[in-house]
């Protein structure tokens, strides 16, 4: 079971949500304002956070980059739309994942189920202290640090850096990075990795339009250096 905070303004909407998810044994916390969400967020814990895009007052996005910023708490956003420029928006604003509506419960249901299971990163079995550059990466303690200075990174992007740091050099597609860093096959969208990789970029980064890091393989994917 799993503590859900779903901020959804249509009424019916919210509703069916929030009984559909309560069916599969979660815990839900059904608000209609992005202001009453955040409110609820401060006060009490959650695992997870599901939330509409197109909400009054305070939009989906700014709620969005407010959660971020408070810490690592997953996000799976929902877009009326699949528009392409509301999807991109949402995942750089910090969102894990997105569903589109009308919202297929069952869809909803296996995608927060996905985000959850990707938890933090367990430390590989013989994991040690490896340095890149101004990048010290601690395989055992799951820390990272630029420049002598530790870095705060969500569970995703940390899972990220250190699939593609493993291997140097190496070229990985995105489809390879969805199945093992996101854990999803066919429910997956090429968006959420690019989106990742930006995020990331402006951490590690020192100019993140001219990674030395992270760097485009383009037409493949990503590979992480040569430095």
């Keep these: ?21 309560s069916r599969h044994g979660h815990q839900v916390d ?41 810490g690592p708490t997953p996000i799976v956003m929902l877009t009326a739309r699949g528009d392409d420029l509301d999807v991109v928006s949402g995942l750089e604003a910090g969102a894990d994942d997105y569903v589109v509506k009308p ?18 990163p367990a430390a ?24 002598g200075a530790q870095l705060t990174l969500p569970p995703l992007e940390l899972r990220l850096l250190l699939e593609l740091s493993a291997a140097p050099g190496q070229v990985f597609s995105r489809q390879q990075l969805l199945e093992s ?12 990795v690019d989106a990742c990789v930006q995020r990331l970029r402006t951490k590690i980064e020192d100019v993140p339009a001219k990674p030395r890091y992270i760097q485009t393989a383009r037409g493949f ?7």
């Design 181 to 192: 860093v996101w854990d999803l096959d066919f429910l997956g969208d090429s968006r959420l």
């Design 103 to 120: 919202v297929r419960p069952r869809v909803l249901e296996a995608r927060i189920r996905a985000v959850l299971r990707r938890g933090g």
């Design 221 to 227: 994917g990503y590979r992480f250096g040569p430095l």
């Design 124 to 147: 590989p079995p013989g994991g040690g202290r490896e340095v890149h550059g101004d990048l010290a990466i601690d395989r055992a303690s799951l820390t990272v640090a630029k420049a």
């Design 30 to 70: 059904a608000v209609g304002t992005g202001e009453e969400g955040l409110h609820r967020l401060q006060a009490a814990p959650t695992d997870i956070v599901v939330l509409d895009l197109m909400l009054p007052g305070l939009d989906g996005f700014e709620v969005c980059r407010r959660i971020r910023a408070g």
């Design 1 to 21: 079971m799993a503590r859900v905070m779903l901020i959804e303004d249509d009424p019916s909407v919210r509703e069916g949500l929030r009984l559909s998810l």
